[in-house]
């Protein structure tokens, strides 16, 4: 999905129309369509809400940003809502928990493995917001296969001694 919403920036400059596209999870931003890149959020990270009380908006918190976006019509809202959850639903790993029991012996097990993983969303969402000469840089190419490799593994060993 695709098209213009409106994105709150700061009490000085309001709401500014940008350009969304929805692709593989990721909800992207720019200007104008074709124009580069202002920013991405990844969705699997992502808490997407309806605005309590105004119908045309919508939430988006990923634990380090909120995005406030406004639609034309309370139709066009709708369906960035049904659309940005289902993208979320879609492209979301398996759960972080999945196959460890939480138990007396174990609970914070499972909260660890849950902030892991929303450390590691937060992580790539923060290296796509980088400007493309350094999200090349192959020592953080490295670094980000490192968090990768070590939310994997701990959620491996976890699962498998249930301790």
């Known amino acids: 999905m695709e098209g213009f919403l409106q994105k709150w920036v700061n009490y000085i400059y309001g709401w ?40 045309n908006r919508l939430i988006i918190n990923t634990g380090c940003t909120i995005l406030h976006l406004q639609a034309d019509s309370k139709a066009v809202a709708q369906s960035w809502l049904v659309a940005l959850r ?4 879609a492209t979301a790993p398996p759960s972080a928990t999945e196959g460890v029991e939480e138990t007396a012996e174990n609970p914070r097990v499972t909260q660890v493995l849950v902030r892991l993983s929303g450390i590691q969303g937060a992580f790539e969402e923060k290296l796509d917001a980088l400007p493309a000469k350094y999200r090349e840089d192959p020592m953080l190419r490295e670094l980000v296969q490192l968090a990768r490799d070590f939310k994997v593994h701990f959620t491996l060993v976890y699962s498998r001694t249930g301790t």
């Open 16 to 55: 500014k129309k940008r350009y969304f596209i929805l692709q593989d999870g990721v909800l992207m931003y720019c200007k104008e369509k074709g124009q580069r890149r202002k920013g991405a959020v990844h969705l699997n990270v992502a808490e997407i809400l309806a605005h309590p009380k105004n119908p």
């Open 86 to 89: 289902s993208a979320k639903q």
